[in-house]
């Protein structure tokens, strides 16, 4: 499926928030609209929140100020509420965005790699910095947790996949493909282990310690 885009560089700022809403609301249940921008993305974020909280998923594919990449998508039913469907919902598009990566490095295209190493490794920093900014910080303090914990666990898992990103990243750069390759089904193993442990266990003791604040939870890590 080809994926619609919406380029705002040339619009003013004023004028933005409205046409999102204009393309959000044309989409149809899953389908998403890849926007292109250049004014403040978080200031837009906010006013798609206001206007159509739970409808939908935002995904940043880049975090240059000047001239930003974010896939915004119609969900098929509305959003359950839960932390643990916000973050699984992330884990995965990371893994399509590997996914697609590793395909393009299998074929030999240096610019495809390139980019798609990129937003995949934008997005799995993007991750971390929600979890350990965002979400653990308050966890701990709620749960009256003081060191030790699965947050701390979770964090030094994050320090060991964010050195096989850099490794990532450089190989991508360099189109050296075996190097990419081999680094990425490293990461893949580490992924797949540590999502099982926020998935199944940690998100699920969140969900508990944030019940009735979750949305305004949610909310703020969206921003990221």
Known sequence: MTLSTLDLTALPAEQQPAEVLRAFDSLGQGQSVRITGSADARKLLRSLIAARWGTFDWA????????????????????????RTFLAEDHRRCDALYAEAEAAAQAGDSERTRNLSAAF?????????????????????????????????????????????????????????????????????????????EEQMLYVFADEVFAGVTDELVKRLMLF
Request: aromatic residues 8%; charged residues 25%.
């Open 60 to 83: 940043p594919l880049t975090g240059e100020p000047a001239r930003w990449q974010a896939d915004l998508r119609k969900r098929s039913a509305p959003w359950d509420g839960s932390l």
């Open 121 to 197: 490794s934008f997005g799995m920093h993007r991750h971390f910095t929600m979890e350990e900014e965002g979400f653990f910080t308050e966890f701990e303090a709620r749960a009256g947790m003081q060191g030790g914990g699965p947050t701390e666990i979770m964090r030094e898992e994050h320090a060991q996949m964010r050195g096989l990103l850099d490794r990532l990243d450089a190989a991508a750069a360099a189109a050296d493909f075996k190097t990419l390759l081999s680094a990425g089904e490293t990461l893949l193993i580490l992924m797949e282990q540590h999502n099982v442990k």
